[in-house]
């Protein structure tokens, strides 16, 4: 356990529905990311927070996605119309960022959907 | 493009022997390259984090090396245990960037 958390583990859903995701980082991580990870591959960069501020959005983040970080401690990730492509893990990592770019990243359990 | 290549895809060794996974990037400017452990249905957990003068870093059983002239890293595990069985992940980092470039990952098992 990293300390990461995120609800749900997983998630089926009928295509054109909305899901929503949560994490909650570790408490004192200033910085949270979201990552999607397709079976047999990577995880791919989705969107960063630092503090409640977006900094970051891949291009894989298509306008039916949206991430909040409202009080700069947990966030939330919505998937409006899902598409059977969604399927996927969702994870959250959280770091501690003071200025240089070794802060290791801690990793949640991740949520995986399931688009019917 | 930035790219992290891993090799082998799958390996399959028995308990108690030694292997070598191996990692070559074309990420650039280079910041950092990270190893990673997933267990099958959970998250990456990090092993070790090795920046440009780093030649090596051990974590218990596993030790890392990182060639930054060739841009080739290694996770070599020892005495491997049933409980190294997972996917292994090469990540690169950029300077000033804050996405993490991540390669496909060699699948472990170990057997008895």
């Known amino acids: 356990d990293t300390g990461v958390s995120q609800n749900p583990r997983h998630k089926i859903t009928k295509r054109g529905q909305n899901v929503t995701f949560r994490c909650d980082p570790i408490?004192?991580?200033?910085?949270l990311y979201w990552y999607r990870q397709t079976l047999g591959q990577g995880p791919e960069f989705l969107t960063y927070?630092?503090?409640?501020?977006?900094?970051?959005k891949s291009r894989l983040l298509s306008d039916r996605f949206s991430a909040e970080r409202p009080k700069g401690s947990f966030s939330t990730l919505e998937i409006q119309r899902t598409e059977q492509g969604d399927s996927a893990m969702y994870l959250c990592?959280?770091?501690?960022?003071?200025?240089?770019?070794?802060?290791?990243?801690?990793f949640g359990p991740g949520t995986r959907l399931t688009v019917l | 493009k930035n790219q992290v290549e891993q090799s082998p895809q799958s390996l399959i060794i028995l308990e108690g022997k030694n292997c070598t996974l191996q990692?070559?990037?074309?990420?650039?400017?280079?910041?950092?390259l990270r190893w990673y452990k997933q267990d099958t249905g959970r998250g990456p957990v990090s092993l070790t984090i090795?920046?440009?003068?780093?030649n090596t870093k051990s974590n218990g059983r596993y030790t890392a090396t990182l060639d930054a002239d060739t841009k080739q890293s290694s996770l070599h595990i020892t005495a491997s245990q049933l409980s190294d069985s997972a996917s292994y992940i090469c990540?690169?980092?950029?300077?000033?960037?804050?996405?993490?470039?991540f390669g496909t990952g060699t699948q472990l098992k170990v057997e008895l």
């Open positions: 990592a959280s770091s501690l960022f003071q200025g240089a770019s070794t802060d290791t990243q801690y």
């Open positions: 408490s004192e991580h200033n910085r």
């Open positions: 927070f630092q503090n409640e501020a977006q900094l970051e």
């Open positions: 990692c070559n990037y074309t990420v650039s400017p280079f910041s950092n």
């Open positions: 090795m920046t440009f003068s780093e």
């Open positions: 990540v690169v980092s950029t300077i000033g960037g804050n996405k993490l470039t």
